[in-house]
């Protein structure tokens, strides 16, 4: 005969109480047996009404039956509630709310010590590296913060999306996969309830995975901020370096620009006034003798070879010698030429069609490859090895 009552624990389908294996998928009953209705091992169900000192044989044979015959164990008694997927009365609490989300991504203050060993693990061997340890981000670190809480806040919305806690706000948000523990999770051999369980480790897991997660987000944004910087610090000491130039082109022109008619004819009435004077005052300037010079004024120059260049001693961090160059001590650099022409990180040494070396190329690469990540095309400059003579001797 055929309980309604039991169910195969593998596929769910009707099985008799008497069965040893399933007709439908083959499953042995022997090792585990049919469950209920409400998911609980009637096996063991047997078990417990045999143990049970308060009835009789004839009544501990009768609940069997009744539980054989697909009868509701929790409403008889003989065992606990396996499908609520609620926690017990004691350790339930209060519901997240959307503010509570990753309270470690929220109190974060991006100073990790972690975060930033990545960074330079990161970095290690390029400009970006170099500049870090010479400081030139720090007068930029209020800007890194204000744009890491904007993306600090993308990443809640969409912590929040992935949580359950607020709808997503446009149709690509509905692309979040939500990541929210079961409803219902009870063994289906003994029916008892682990969503109890189940909800401390997702607390456990969830809280530990925000801590790193924050490490990321601070590591991974200050490195691209980083580098973003120093790509637009570079264009802006162009555009600086171009601006100087023009102000010097206009400078000039306007000296070497002709004077206008008027001008010179208020100086050609000037000068014969002046050809007009007679008496005394004619004939005693042109007695006065002309005065000479005791001696000839020294030349500002330094020499055949160019003025003496001042002497410039780098004292930070070895990381940070070229930026420190790049920005004190370019005028240390040897002008055999004694052209009077400052050098400039900007100022392009060669050209070609694959593009144009600059000072600070030169400087970068030495301070981190030495004379051999130099390119041939930077030694066709002469100024390449007075560049190299400046920065060691600083």
């Given at each position: 005969m055929s309980m309604g009552g039991v169910y195969c624990p593998t596929c769910e389908a009707g099985v008799e109480v008497t069965a040893t294996f399933c007709l439908s998928c083959g499953h042995d009953l022997t090792a585990q047996g049919p469950i209920t209705a409400t998911g609980h091992d009637l096996n063991q169900l047997k078990d417990v009404i045999r143990l049970r000192d308060d009835l009789s044989m004839a009544e501990k044979f009768d609940m069997i039956a009744r539980v054989?015959?697909?009868?509701?164990?929790?409403?008889l008694g003989i065992a606990a509630a396996a499908d609520d997927?609620?926690?017990?009365?004691e350790q339930t609490g209060p519901s997240p709310a959307a503010g509570d989300v990753a309270p470690a991504l929220q109190n974060a203050t991006w100073d990790s010590t972690a975060a930033n060993a990545a960074?330079?693990?990161?970095?290690?061997?390029?400009?970006?590296?170099?500049?870090?340890?010479?400081?030139?981000?720090?007068?930029?670190d209020e800007t890194f913060v204000e744009a890491m809480n904007l993306g600090r806040k993308a990443t809640l919305e969409l912590l929040k999306v992935s949580q359950g806690l607020v709808l997503p706000a446009n149709e690509a948000l509905q692309s979040v996969p939500i990541m929210q523990p079961p409803n219902k999770s009870f063994c289906p051999k003994c029916g008892s309830d682990i969503h109890?369980?189940?909800?401390?480790?997702?607390?456990?897991?969830?809280?530990?995975?925000?801590?790193?997660?924050?490490?990321?987000?601070?590591?991974?944004?200050?490195?691209?901020?980083m580098h973003l910087s120093a790509s637009y610090r570079d264009k802006i000491q162009d555009l600086q370096d171009q601006l100087s130039d023009a102000k010097k082109a206009v400078e000039g022109a306007k000296k070497s620009a002709p004077v206008p008619a008027k001008a010179n004819e208020k100086k050609d009435s000037k000068e014969k006034g002046e050809e007009k004077k007679t008496g005394k005052a004619a004939a005693a300037t042109k007695a006065a003798p002309k005065k000479t010079n005791a001696a000839p004024a020294k030349p500002k120059s330094g020499g055949l070879f160019g003025a003496k260049k001042p002497k410039k001693t780098y004292e930070g961090e070895p990381g940070g010698k070229a930026e420190w160059f790049l920005e004190e001590a370019l005028d240390t650099v040897y002008d055999p030429h004694g052209t009077g022409k400052p050098v400039k990180g900007a100022m392009i040494l060669a050209r070609s069609s694959e593009g144009n070396v600059r000072v600070r190329d030169v400087i970068r690469i030495y301070a981190v490859e030495g004379e051999e990540g130099?390119?041939?095309?930077?030694?066709?400059?002469?100024?390449?090895?007075?560049?190299?003579?400046?920065?060691?001797?600083c």
């Open positions: 054989e015959d697909g009868a509701d164990p929790i409403a997927g609620d926690l017990p009365a960074i330079e693990l990161a970095t290690e061997g390029s400009k970006v590296n170099d500049m870090k340890k010479a400081g030139v981000f720090e007068k930029e109890a369980n189940a909800m401390l480790q997702w607390r456990k897991w969830s809280d530990t995975s925000t801590e790193v997660l924050t490490m990321q987000l601070e590591a991974a944004m200050r490195t691209s901020l130099i390119s041939d095309l930077a030694w066709t400059s002469p100024l390449t090895k007075y560049l190299i003579e400046a920065y060691d001797a």
